[in-house]
């Protein structure tokens, strides 16, 4: 199982930005899938997940702002960022679930202000 972010970068603080994650491979499902992020001098954090029946969580911190979302047939995970701030500077990882955790390689995004 792989997976693989892209769409990262560096923005000015309010813009937006998409990060797409392709999953491939053989897995007989996804329980989960969202992102997680990883901010300077912080462990990474869960900021965004779809659970089994489609709903969805996010942290506090993005509340408002970032929303997750999956293609199933494209096996791809979506996170649509808006009103980006300095504090979300960090490095990006899409995570899926099946009997076990997968996150990608992360991908850098940098908001200045």
């Known amino acids: 199982v792989q997976l693989e972010e892209s769409g990262g970068g560096s923005v000015q603080a309010g813009e937006s930005l998409t990060l797409s994650c392709a999953v491939t491979?053989?897995?007989?499902?996804?329980?989960?899938k969202g992102w997680y992020r990883q901010t300077p001098g912080k462990e990474r954090e869960l900021i965004a997940a779809i659970v089994t029946g489609g709903s969805t969580h996010y942290h506090d911190s993005v509340k408002g702002r970032f929303n997750v979302s999956g293609d199933n047939s494209a096996n791809t995970i979506l996170l649509q960022m808006n009103s980006l701030k300095p504090e979300d500077t960090g490095v990006y990882f899409c995570?899926?679930?099946?009997?076990?955790?997968?996150w990608g390689q992360g991908t850098q995004v940098t908001v200045s202000s």
């Open positions: 995570w899926i679930a099946t009997w076990t955790n997968y």
């Open positions: 491979g053989n897995f007989f499902s996804i329980n989960a």
